[in-house]
RNA sequence: GCGAGGGUGGCGGAACUGGCAGACGCGCCAGACUUAGGAUCUGGUGGGCAACCAUGGGGGUUCGAUUCCCCCCUCUCGCACCA
């Protein structure tokens, strides 16, 4: 009789279902057990998930199951990060409004994760697009005004041309738009920011605090962060009012400074720069300007530098040294002001070479004496101080905080901690966005909409261009409103916020998601919070994980929770990659465009390229949708939890496809042609009859096979190294011989296999868990524990080698003495011929394990 | 330049605190069952005829090193004039 084939379609499509129905993954709102909130980067509602999705959403959905299994209160929410610029972008292109594109995705894309079986309570899914959420926005947002933490303020800032709008330091990567890669143009706008400086400091130190996350990603926000400890000072421009201050790291080296540098775009530039040299510095300024564009990131430029006319004096010392505009020196760090000392700054040290600038060392190298005329480069290390008056004889160490205090005396200066990071530019220039709730009246100034009067809803009639200006300036309706304040005309706010805001709090409304006095209700943030496992990619690093939780931080302070971090553990998953293939003539080539190693249009070789992250530009994408049409959503979940371990890059590959569906395959073949066995079969009892040869090894291999998966997954995340135990425990099933003599041992290990293997096949899991005579679906049942009875074994293998080379082996009973295993090793025909003749000078034993002899 | 993480069979990857290197899967080879099989099952598969040699290369510590220490090569990622 022919067995039955496994059907992923059928098996798939009716556990769906049946999930649905019965209400499987609803959090148990005061359910038993601890809680535990899982949680993945919720997507952007492109149009389709893609499989960087379908890898970081199958791994959520492993922990999650398997934690549901472990009797653990589980949150598994998701939802649609779904603002931003595609959608106005498909809208300009084919005429959808923005708001029908999104929802058509959203439905689409969460068809898909149906289809995939994820574990979601979606009665708990949110939108950003949505008023009922975006509301929130803007209370938080007006609660951020009233506490000063955010705040409009002209500025220098970065414009992507492609985007046509503003972007955040974050959201610029060397020098380009960190979505579309255009080169990033500086311009000089009134714009809304929220001040995370104000957080610097305690977002720094709680990167010391979060042993669940990668240090890599904490590396790159106190990187970001950019905390240093100096002092400032303040120089009094000789003849003028104007005084100069400075950060510097290197207090000690006050004295040694023979010059001022400012920065080009430095406001007292121009205002200190003497009537005959004014044309220059404003030439040389000007120059700067256009050459700052693609500047950052293109490493370090040649130093120039304009002198201004105007001298400083050294609060000091009293020396006057003259003023500089050096191009090295950036705006945006600091005060755009540096005094300059050259024997012990590389980039002071090039900067006066070039213009003959004098160099004065004031640090000596222990054992040396350094000579500024014949110096190479600035001596940057420790060292004793000289020609520092007082100071001198000092380590510079003890001069920082000597002369620190001394600028403090002579109230020119005082001890400062500097960071590198900026406050959060926040103003968009696009429609598809939550409109900033503030509107601008002619007599009373900037007005906050009162909170009773939001949402500020985003209008949908609306001509959507592409030209750059904000689109809804021109939404008359929208534009005009009436002052809050005084009732007369007045005009509304028409950027909208960075979409990244929505995404900085998303995981806090989940908690509850209908709450409607406040944007999430505190006792419930409080059940659930913080986030025990968050997942995502490393692509965030300093964007949406430092966002969020600054977040966190500002609505605590806010009193609308008590935590301080949002996600307590993180796991950055890699990309997913594919091989490329190219062609000379027409470039990247998808994989039906090659035949027989050949572009099908011209004939010519179609290259193997790189593995590369798979994009659609490169044609290396797999469709998720076919892949589960072909193959089903458990043969794909499985092979991407099974390629490679989730935080390292997962090579995709067709032929790994093939083999776990085969795996599934061997599985389901395992049970159906076993079906009269396993029905006939009793369940194990433990204490039952003795167990002895194979059927002992298959229920000794079962018992380890479940304490490997189950430390796989909750200590390690090695989810490839799970299955491939269970791999191993399959194998060991099809050679099991006595599975007719005790089908107990046989049907226990058959309800393991399929116990464990659920979290990452759930489908055909449920299916072979019916089968087997289970009333209750495995989604219910408890996770298996091993028996440590099963797990002693009571003998020991003992490896034995000779001069560190593996020369023979040995079974002893575990708790042999070392007496005992010596005489048994000795005793051994192999180790007696590599030992024959020879004298033993030193036994090792390690207990249980290995036996090495040295001998000679 | 600075910082972090990698380099293990033909390929993806195992080896948790030093203890049988290459689990598991792919690919490949052979056999069985078949009209047939790209299905399935079984066996084999790092190199070398062997002694032996093999975890990027070279040193070291150790009875024993993929694992610890030092030097070097290489790849990936992040930062990059941050005063």
Known sequence: MATERYDHNAIEGRWQETWERDGAFRTKKDGAGDKYYVLEMFPYPSGKIHMGHVRNYSIGDVVARFLMMRGRNVLHPMGWDSFGLPAENAAIQHGTHPSVWTRENIANMKTQLGRMGFSYDWP???????????????????????????YKRRSHVNWCPGCATVLANEQVEDGQCWRCSSAVEEKELEQWFLRITAYAGELLDFTYKLPGWPERVLIMQRNWIGKSAGAEAVFKVADSSAEIRIFTTRPDTLHGMTFMSLAA???????????????????????VKAEAKPGRGAGEIKKEGVFTGAYCVNPLTGDKVPVYAANFVLMGYGTGAVMAVPAHDQRDFEFAKVY?????????PPDATLDPASMQEAYVEDGVMVNSGRFNGMKNTEAMTAITAALAEAGAGRETVNYKLRDWGISRQRYWGCPIPVVYCGTCGTVPVPYEELPVVLPEDIKLTGKGASPLAEAEGFVNAKCPKCGKAARRETDTMDTFVDSSWYFLRYCSP??????????????WMPVDQYIGGIEHAVLHLLYARFFTKALRDLGLHGFDEPFKNLLTQGMVCKETRKCHAHGFLYPEEVRDGKCVQCGTEAKAGPVEKMSKSKKNVVDPDVLIDEYGADT?????????????????????????????????RLVLENMDTLNAAEPYAVGGATLEGSALDVHRATHRTIKKVTQDIEERFHFNTAISAIMELVNALYQFNEKDARPDVFKEAVEAVVLLLSPFAPHVSEELWQRLGNAEPVYKTAWPRPDPDALVADEATIVIQINGKVRSKVTVPVDAAEEFVKDAVIKDEK?????????????????????NMVVG
Do not use: C
């Not at 708990?124 to 955010?150: C, H, M, S």
């Not at 390292?648 to 061997?666: C, M, P, Q, T």
């Open 124 to 150: 708990r899914e949110v939108a950003t697009y949505k008023p009922d959420y975006y509301r929130w926005n803007q209370w938080i947002f007006l609660k951020l005004l009233e506490k000063g933490l955010a």
């Open 265 to 287: 775009a430095h406001p007292l530039t121009s205002k200190i720069t003497t009537a005959e040299r004014r044309a220059e510095v404003e030439a040389f300024a000007a120059r």
């Open 356 to 364: 003959g600038l004098p160099v004065k060392v004031v640090i000596n």
């Open 514 to 527: 209908k709450a409607e006095t406040l944007p999430f209700d505190r006792s419930d943030a409080e059940r």
């Open 636 to 668: 794909t979940r499985l092979f991407s939890l099974f390629a490679a371990p989730p935080e390292k890059d997962l090579d995709w590959s067709e032929d790994g496809v093939e083999g776990a569906y085969r795996f599934i395959g061997r599985v389901w």
């Open 831 to 851: 180790t007696a011929e590599w030992t024959k003749g020879k004298t033993l000078r030193k036994f090792v034993y390690v207990p249980g394990k290995i036996v």
